[in-house]
């Protein structure tokens, strides 16, 4: 059987009526890039129930790799996450109300989680094929970072052999057009061809 690697994508959220993520990691799913299947799912933005469904995905398929993708509304390039910390803080409340200040994502748990994924070598990679990228030391402290570390921590619990990674992506054109104030914004095509290539990077450093 192929190997496979899982995509995740989020719902809409904060008044949005689209999550590019979500239209990403679909455009993805069911494709093979470098010997790798991709399978793909649509996470909540509600606390714990993102943790929850990415789990069960992780269960379902038992992808040799995770790449968690979410919205950076504000960003204007793809942002390869290096770190995931245990750390809930809201800026607005998610999609069931919740409003969480100043909790953990895992009571007890360690401080931070680095990407397992090769960070560095995705965000020099799609420079080098002119796509905007850097590495990004903070994944916020909303429904992202928390989904980033609590895969991190089950992986790492359950799933050691399993890499994870986390990129954020900007709003894409249909959202940014007329807006006001202005809007940074990216294609919906160039974000799918960057998560492509960071896909090929992750199935690169899987072969022995
Ligand atoms: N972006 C939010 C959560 C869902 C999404 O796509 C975030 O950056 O936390």
């Given at each position: 059987m192929m190997s496979r690697i899982l995509l995740t994508g989020f719902e809409p959220f904060?008044?949005?009526?689209?999550?590019p993520s979500e239209l990403a990691v679909k455009q993805l799913e069911g494709k093979t890039i470098a010997g790798l299947e991709v399978v793909a799912g649509v996470l909540p933005v509600v606390t714990v129930k993102c943790i929850d469904e990415a789990v069960k995905l992780i269960e379902k398929y038992e992808p040799v790799a995770v790449l968690n993708v979410g919205q950076a509304g504000g960003r204007v390039e793809l942002s390869i996450e290096k770190v995931a910390i245990n750390v809930k803080d809201y800026r607005i409340p998610d999609n069931e109300g919740n409003q969480i200040?100043?909790?953990?994502?895992?009571?007890?748990?360690?401080?931070a989680y680095f990407a397992t994924i090769p960070v560095e070598k995705i965000a020099d990679s799609l420079v080098e094929k002119v796509i905007p990228a850097s590495v990004s030391y903070t994944a916020g402290t909303y429904c992202c970072n928390e989904v980033f570390y609590g895969v991190s921590h089950y992986l790492r619990n359950n799933k050691p052999g399993v890499l994870n990674g986390f990129i954020h992506i900007p709003f894409i054109l249909e959202q940014a057009a007329g807006a006001k104030p202005p809007r940074a914004s990216m294609p919906l095509e160039v974000i799918v061809k960057g998560l492509e290539i960071a896909v090929e990077v992750v199935a690169e450093g899987l072969e022995k």
């Open positions: 904060g008044g949005e009526k689209v999550n200040r100043y909790a953990p994502v895992v009571e007890g748990g360690p401080d």
